[in-house]
C-alpha cells in the first residue's frame, strides 16, 4: 500500500540557516510528489511537484526538492530559511486510481531570530 | 482563475446538532471534489471524495456524510454530531484529468461542546 513517511515531527533551525525536511514514500509505480505548505489556521498551499523528468524541482517561496528513487526519497530544501517560513510541512503521494493524495504526518518548522 | 471558498470559517455546535458545511469552486468545470478532517496535532485524513454530481466515495466509516447536488458544490453534514467529530475541516478541489495538484480551501474549524 502507498504510504508517506516524515521522520521529523518537529525542527527548529535559525533564521537564514538552510533546512531540509525529510520525505520518504511507498509507491509501486513511478510516484507524483508533492509538498505543501500550512500556516496556523490556514489551508494547505502548493510549494512543488514532481511527476516526471528533472529530479529536481524549484517552487514557490525559494524552496526545492529533490526526487532520489533509489532512496525513495523526496526531501525538501531551502538554503536560507525567513522567519515567515514558520509553518507545517506535508509531503505527499499521488494515487493514479482517483487522483487521491495520500499525506503524510507533517513536519513543524519553527524558526529562531 | 479557480477559486475555492469554504463557509463557515469557524463553527461551535453542541453535541447531538447537525452540521452543514458548504464548499464552492469557481472558475473550472467537473472538478474532483474532497473533505479532509485535520485533527489537532495530526496529518490530513481524507473523508469523502466525489468525481462527478451525486457521486461519492467514503474513505472512513464515520457520522459524517457528504453530498455534491451541483458540480462545483460540495456539502458536509451530519445529522447529530459527536465529540469525536471536532477538527479542522478542509475542502480540496483537483482538475479531473490523471493526478493533479489538489488546491485547498481556508478549512472550518468546528468546535462541539
Known amino acids: 500500500a502507498q504510504s508517506v513517511t516524515q521522520p521529523d515531527i518537529h525542527i527548529t533551525v535559525s533564521e537564514g540557516a538552510s533546512l531540509e525536511l525529510r520525505c520518504n514514500y511507498s509507491y509501486g509505480a513511478t510516484p507524483y510528489l508533492f509538498w505543501y505548505v500550512q500556516s496556523p489556521g490556514q489551508g494547505l498551499q502548493l510549494l512543488l511537484k514532481y511527476f516526471s523528468g528533472d529530479t529536481l524541482v524549484q517552487g514557490i517561496k525559494g524552496f526545492e526538492a529533490e526526487f532520489k528513487r533509489s532512496q525513495s526519497s523526496f526531501n525538501l530544501r531551502k538554503p536560507s530559511v525567513h522567519w515567515s517560513d514558520a509553518a507545517e510541512y506535508f509531503c505527499a503521494v499521488g494515487d493514479r486510481g482517483y487522483n487521491k493524495l495520500i499525506f503524510g504526518a507533517g513536519t513543524r518548522l519553527a524558526v529562531h531570530p | 482563475s479557480q477559486t475555492i471558498h469554504q463557509w463557515p470559517a469557524t463553527l461551535v455546535q453542541p453535541v447531538g446538532s447537525p452540521l452543514s458545511l458548504e464548499c464552492t469552486v469557481e472558475?473550472?468545470?467537473?472538478?474532483?471534489l474532497y473533505w479532509y478532517r485535520q485533527a489537532a496535532g495530526r496529518g490530513l485524513q481524507l473523508l469523502f471524495y466525489?468525481?462527478?454530481?451525486?457521486?461519492i466515495s467514503s474513505e472512513v466509516p464515520q457520522n459524517l456524510s457528504a453530498s455534491r447536488p451541483q458540480d462545483r458544490q460540495f456539502i458536509l453534514s451530519s445529522k447529530k454530531l459527536l465529540l469525536s467529530d471536532s477538527g479542522f475541516y478542509l475542502c480540496?478541489?483537483?482538475?479531473?484529468?490523471?493526478?493533479?495538484?489538489?488546491?485547498f480551501g481556508d478549512g472550518t474549524r468546528l468546535s462541539i461542546l
Open positions: 472558475g473550472t468545470s467537473n472538478p474532483n
Open positions: 480540496a478541489w483537483s482538475a479531473p484529468v490523471g493526478v493533479q495538484p489538489q488546491h
Open positions: 466525489s468525481v462527478g454530481i451525486g457521486q
